[in-house]
């Protein structure tokens, strides 16, 4: 069986691709990260020349840093907080939206990555440190998007289990929802349910989603704890000292969103030019800046002539209020908790408060990135070096036997799970079925030929209803093997429920395992050595999606 598969044959994003295979076209858009420790040198150099300037910003980051932490007198951690304040100390910096109950496997993927490249780097280049960062991205106000935890249940099923939007917050950003009473027992029946195989993280998961939490909070609770002995720190994108620390960056884009726009244009221009879909897109007027309103609702703002305004919704009573240059300018100066960017400039945002040398991104991220990287250079910001992320799906003994006793791998699990379990049953069939099945077709067929063309001779407006009788006999005979499948799929249930549960786990929902499983759920089911497994898998650049044994 293969074990591993080029990221085009899986259909990821082709500026991902490109960025992970070293293609040329990647120049066009990024920095070269090729050697990478020369690069990461580099960029250090040059991240570190730009931070020397305003040594208080790092004192500011670690106060941040340590107080995100939930454990941050853990012995790792402290080393890292410790390590952070001196001048040599860069950033490998990785994010996701704060998912319920820790999100997608992609999520843990990711995270296990900035942690293996923050250790190959330290092993590598003694003349600075590297610390792995999680970037928390609170500031979202999608709920929608996060609430959603898949797992394989009972019988081998995909099972969903969604949290609940507390009452009177749509809109809000998530560092500001907390998790309520109406999730408790979501937490709790679906903790209980994965805890069937391993109650390791049972108490973990319970206490991090406990109602007086934030969505942000919970999570950082989860990987704090599912990393603590790896020294990972954190920042919660949604934070109002770091919002502070980024007023700069606020009171500028609101000046310059006119250039902001113009950049964006040339550099989507160009991604067309070259064949590439953009990922962003602008409406006339759009800012990519957001405001809290006084209800405490995300909400965009526009500009027009010299002002600023809320964008409309379709939320009622709401007020349609008007900001001058000057009064953005004071809200980013005296109140910067109710500030908020949009995914143009949260990685200038991020490259703002922390001196990341790399931020470790996936094929959304990347192929984003090609369009906003010159904004860096608008705003005079150090740009970070992008690297792809790993990609993997993580297979089990058990389930490596199914796929090689079937013929079965990750791109024939791209076709439809019934076609897919047709062809398997079809090899069932007794041979004698499908051989007069395979010569009634022939038989028909030919001596069809022969009576279309003599009554074509006699009559050629019947041949049409040759040609319909031909037509309705193959359908027939379709139903009479889609029966004996039928049939045969009734006697060997066993086999149908084990290409099920492999769709289940490699494919769920048509999907990559790694974009829709949650973490958790292998963390429950194999224990915490999964995360050594993936961070011993990652390499950098990856040049292809693997399987990885677990």
Not at 129 to 140: K, M, Q, R, V
Not at 143 to 168: C, H, M, R, W
Request: charged residues 25%; hydrophobic residues 40%; aromatic residues 10%.
């Amino acid at each position: 069986m293969r074990e591993e598969y080029s990221f085009s044959e899986l259909k990821f994003n082709p500026l991902f691709t490109a960025l992970a295979e070293g293609s040329g076209i990647a120049k066009n858009f990024y920095p070269d990260i090729n050697p990478l420790a020369t690069r990461i040198r580099e960029t250090c150099e040059f991240i570190g020349a730009s931070f020397s300037s305003t040594p208080s910003r790092r004192k500011k980051l670690v106060d941040i840093l340590r107080k995100n932490h939930p454990l941050a007198e853990q012995e790792e951690v402290k080393k890292n907080l410790d390590l952070a304040v001196q001048p040599n100390s860069f950033f490998i910096v990785t994010g996701q939206q704060v998912g319920f109950l820790g999100g997608p496997l992609l999520t843990l993927i990711k995270t296990c990555s900035a942690v293996a490249l923050a250790k190959k780097l330290n092993d590598a280049i003694k003349e600075f440190n590297f610390i792995p960062l999680l970037w928390a991205g609170g500031l979202d106000h999608d709920f929608e998007e996060v609430k959603d935890f898949f797992y394989i249940g009972s019988n081998n099923t995909l099972t969903k289990v969604s949290a609940i939007q507390p009452f009177k917050t749509i809109g809000f950003e998530l560092s500001s929802i907390k998790i309520g009473k109406e999730n408790e027992e979501i937490v709790k029946k679906a903790s209980a349910e994965l805890a069937s195989s391993s109650a390791d993280f049972l108490d973990v998961v319970k206490n991090s989603y406990s109602p007086e939490k934030t969505f942000t909070q919970a999570f950082i609770n989860l990987f704090a704890q599912i990393f603590r002995r790896s020294g990972l720190l954190f920042t919660d994108a949604g934070d109002a000292q770091a919002k502070s620390i980024a007023d700069s960056l606020y009171i500028e884009s609101a000046e310059k969103w006119r250039e902001q726009r113009d950049e964006l244009t040339r550099a989507t221009i160009a991604l067309k030019r070259m064949g590439f879909a953009p990922q962003l897109k602008l409406d006339k007027n759009e800012t990519n800046l957001f405001l809290l309103d006084e209800s405490g609702v995300r909400r965009k703002l526009l500009a027009e002539d010299d002002t600023f305004h809320f964008k409309a919704t379709k939320r009622e009573n709401e007020k349609h209020e008007r900001f001058s240059f000057m009064e953005l300018k004071r809200i980013a100066e005296e109140e910067p908790a109710r500030i908020s960017f949009n995914v143009v400039l949260r990685p200038l945002y991020q490259q703002t408060l922390i001196p990341a040398v790399c931020y470790i991104g996936g094929p959304s991220e990347v192929a984003y990135w090609a369009q906003i990287y010159p904004l860096f250079g608008l705003h005079k910001i150090a740009r970070p070096l992008l690297l792809p992320r790993p990609s993997f799906t993580l297979v089990s003994a058990h389930t490596r036997r199914i796929l090689d006793k079937y013929s079965l791998h990750l791109l024939s699990l791209m076709e439809p799970e019934q076609a897919q379990l047709s062809r398997i049953l079809a090899e069932f069939i007794p041979p004698m079925i499908s051989e007069r099945i395979t010569e009634l077709r022939k038989l028909f067929l030919n001596h069809s030929i022969d009576l279309k063309a003599e009554i074509g001779k006699l009559d050629a407006t019947l041949e049409k209803t040759i040609e319909n009788l031909i037509e309705s006999f193959y359908k027939y005979l379709g139903k009479i093997e889609k029966k004996v499948v039928r049939s045969i799929k009734e006697r060997n249930g066993i086999i149908v429920q084990q290409i099920k549960s492999v769709y289940a786990l490699l494919m769920p929902e048509g999907k990559l395992q790694e974009r829709t499983l949650g973490g958790l759920y292998f963390l429950f089911t194999y224990g915490e050595e999964v995360v050594e497994r993936i961070i011993d898998a990652c390499e950098f650049p990856p040049k292809a999606h693997k399987l990885l044994m677990i």
